[in-house]
């Protein structure tokens, strides 16, 4: 059977847990997504990812290579392998009333963006609200079941899949080995650069240019 390695495209199906309680924070899966009552804005489909190039967080990234086409798996992540361990400096103490001040409403668990910044309400108590800017899975052990389905050979899929992961909506042709993208907008040099250099990186004998 063939294996998976450093470099590969894969398609991949998976589910994520915290492992002490067993929620679910991140799937692929549709059928298991509605047995467990699941919703999401967007559609669960297979996830398209290259191995070692940082798309993956470190501990997926190595569990998934050497692994054989086909074959299910599952695998527990330590914080360090997967979100990292709470960083103290990161959880701060601010004023209700600056909050309110900006229209934000805190509740226990909601997450806001603070200046840019994504942060979780840990507390609101006595016009103090604690605010935790750690990733929410920061600290939490995980479970995780995955499904390599196939490796991608195909350039314009391999293309498609690193502008999809920088949240970059396009239309991708390929001719010879120029891979044209049209960007739904305008965006700065320094992010079509950035979305060059991925691709670049990752896809072989591939150069970009961008169109209109």
């Known amino acids: 059977m063939v294996k998976t390695k450093k470099g590969d495209f894969i398609e991949l199906d998976f589910v994520g847990r915290i492992k002490s309680t067993g929620q679910i924070f991140d799937l692929t899966v549709e059928a298991i997504a509605k047995k467990e009552g699941i919703a999401a804005q967007g559609k669960f489909e ?32 330590k914080p360090e392998d997967a ?66 389905r196939k490796i991608i050979t195909d350039k314009q899929t391999q293309v498609e899949s690193i502008t999809k992961l920088l949240g970059i909506p396009c239309e991708v042709s390929i001719k010879e080995k120029t891979a044209t993208l049209k960007l739904d907008q305008q965006v700065p040099k320094q992010i079509t650069d950035v979305i060059s250099k991925e691709i670049e990186k990752h896809v072989a004998g591939i150069s970009i240019k961008f169109a209109g």
């Open 46 to 77: 297979p996830m398209v990812a290259c191995i070692g190039s940082g798309q993956l967080i470190a501990g997926f990234d190595v569990a998934v290579s050497g692994k054989e086409v086909g074959a299910e798996f599952e695998f527990d992540l």
């Open 83 to 148: 979100f990292g361990r709470k960083n103290p400096k990161l959880i701060q103490l601010t004023s209700l009333s600056v909050l309110k001040k900006k229209d934000i409403n805190p509740i226990p668990g909601m997450q806001l963006d603070v200046d840019g910044a994504m942060a979780t309400v840990r507390s609101v108590s006595g016009g103090r609200v604690i605010l935790d800017f750690n990733h929410p899975l920061s600290g939490k052990e995980l479970h995780y079941w995955a499904k390599v």
